[in-house]
Nanobody
């Protein structure tokens, strides 16, 4: 499994970005996938996750209503649509994947994920 994140950039407060994560080798619906972020000087934090079945999602409270996670099985791609961006969203965003025995499992901690992408930088200026 290899993950390649892209789509980061610099936007002003209130702007939008869509992150993508190309996932080679993630062909099974038994992979839960997630997005994490790490701001300068802070620990990596959970942002959003989606089950292998694609119908269960989870978000950290600070992004609810602004971020949407989705996946395209045909393209083996994970997305994070971000709107109404705030300066506190500035961070390196990482996509991650984990194989699970159930298509409806949800993981929200970084230690549960075994495969990671390289990260893409999102900068939101005020």
């Amino acid at each position: 499994v290899q993950l390649q994140a892209s789509g980061g950039g610099s936007v002003q407060t209130g702007g939008s970005l869509r992150l993508s994560c190309a996932a080679s080798g993630v062909t099974s619906s038994h992979y839960v996938m997630g997005w994490f972020r790490q701001a300068p000087g802070k620990e990596r934090e959970f942002v959003a996750a989606i089950s292998g079945s694609g119908d269960i999602t989870r978000y950290v409270d600070s992004v609810k209503g602004r971020f949407t996670i989705s996946r395209d099985g045909a393209k083996n791609t994970l997305y994070l649509q971000m709107i109404s961006l705030k300066p506190e969203d500035t961070a390196v965003y990482y996509c991650a994947a984990a194989w699970t025995s159930s298509t409806r499992v949800m993981y929200t901690t970084s230690s549960q994920y075994k495969k990671w992408g390289q990260g893409t930088l999102v900068t939101v200026s005020s």
